[in-house]
């Protein structure tokens, strides 16, 4: 019995031990099992990997997945690029974002470009010259250029005399301009005579040449004349400052323009004529030249009422001699009891004339001088054909005292008409 016993233990061990064995060895066969997965997975995803590495390891993986960022920015780059080459316009590649505008937009730019010089003669500007660049009358011009330039896709440049009679900066514009390709000049000319062998070069060189304001001596020296009536002009202020005296003995002082000037001897002339007299009658008690500027009439009036105090006719070339002349009368105690008659029709004019400073003024439209000027060069960028003759851009005589006989239109006309500040 006890030797049985002693068997049997040992058989428990022994069964026990195989036990343990296989359990040792199972283990080791289910962990082999999963080892083809791993490659997969790394084949996959291989940003997982790092994840339980340490530290230092992190560090070098994030140098290496910068390395692998760049060389695939560069290929980006190449790939959007040749994408961009194909299809410009459709490219939206985010990581060639600025370039891609960039591209894309130099096409678009030529496209307008081709687009608007199809319709003004291939990229052509023209050029507007004016006497001064002070006067509000070619400030108003230069602004209807502009504006019409602008809806005429044109490129306009610009120039103008450093004061009223200077011809010599004239001539240098005009030269720069036709240097510049210009393909029409539009000018208001500070001498009408001295500037014509310059007017010439630029008409022998293909170039359309439109005086605006003031006609050119001889007036086919230019091409054509799109421009106030400047006769007309002086002869409705004169008509109306001989109604205005009532049949009163009159005494007349004559402040022009710049001597020998077209549009100062064709307002002087129309003033006279209007009033009925001729150069030299013994109504006119003094002369003197203001250059239209306001600084000099004041000092030509002073010099007038010195010469005769009982002047009561002062006739101007413009409104800011006009408003020059005015100072000098007011200073003197005479601006109530004076008629001063001018041209030009400028907001400050008709605001004189309404305010009493002067008695009446002949409105002129020196935008639709210059917009018409713009218009007509791109039809002859379009056409080839040139246009010729006198364009009148019309003239109202502006006076809120209205004079029997005298065709006049008050301040509300000349005021929703007027050009300037």
Not at 283 to 309: F, H, R, S, W, Y
Not at 325 to 350: H, Q, W
């Amino acid at each position: 019995m006890k030797r049985s016993t002693h068997k049997f233990v040992w058989l428990s061990l022994l069964l026990s031990l195989t036990l343990v064995f296989a359990a040792c060895g199972g283990s080791s066969e289910p962990t082999a099992a999963p080892a083809p997965a791993a490659p997969a997975a790394a084949t996959d995803t291989p940003a997982p990997a790092p994840t339980d590495t340490p530290a230092a390891s992190t560090a070098m993986t994030t140098t290496t997945a910068t390395t692998a960022t760049t060389a695939t920015t560069a290929t980006t780059a190449m790939t959007s690029t040749e994408a961009m080459t194909a299809t410009a316009p459709t490219t939206t590649t985010s990581a060639m974002t600025s370039t891609s505008a960039m591209t894309a937009t130099a096409p678009t730019t030529a496209t307008t470009a081709t687009t608007s010089t199809a319709a003004n003669g291939g990229g052509a500007s023209v050029a507007l010259i004016t006497k001064t660049e002070t006067n509000p009358f070619f400030v108003k011009m230069k602004e209807g250029a502009e504006k019409e330039a602008t809806a005429k896709n044109i490129k306009l440049l610009t120039a103008a005399g450093t004061f009223d009679g200077d011809n010599e900066t004239q001539v240098t514009a005009i030269e720069n301009m036709i240097n510049a390709g210009v393909k029409g000049i539009l000018i208001t000319a500070n001498d009408s005579k001295a500037i014509v062998p310059t007017i010439k070069k630029a008409r022998d060189a293909g170039v359309l040449v439109i005086a605006l304001d003031t006609p050119l001596d001889p007036a086919d020296a230019s091409d054509a004349l799109f421009a106030t009536d400047n006769v007309k002009a002086g002869v409705l202020i004169g008509q109306y400052a001989k109604a205005a005296l009532a049949g009163k003995p009159a005494k007349i002082a004559m402040l022009d323009g710049t001597a020998g000037t077209t549009v100062s001897k064709q307002r002087h002339d129309g003033f006279l004529q209007g009033f009925g007299i001729k150069e030299g009658d013994a109504q006119i008690v003094c002369a003197g030249d203001t250059n239209g500027d306001t600084g000099k009439a004041q000092p030509v009036m002073e010099n007038c009422l010195t010469k005769d105090p009982d002047i009561n006719v002062v006739y101007t070339i413009n409104e800011p001699a006009a408003f020059g002349a005015n100072t000098a009368l007011k200073a003197a105690g005479k601006d109530k009891d004076v008629v001063v008659v001018s041209v030009d029709g400028g907001c400050a004019g008709v605001q004189g004339v309404k305010d009493g400073k002067i008695a009446a003024t002949s409105q002129q439209y020196p935008l639709k001088m210059a917009s018409l000027g713009v218009d007509a060069t791109v039809d002859y960028i379009a056409s080839g054909k040139k246009v010729s003759g006198y364009t009148d851009t019309g003239v109202s005589l502006i006076a809120d005292k209205a004079q029997t006989g005298v065709d006049s239109k008050d301040t509300v006309f000349g005021l929703a008409n007027c050009w300037g500040k």
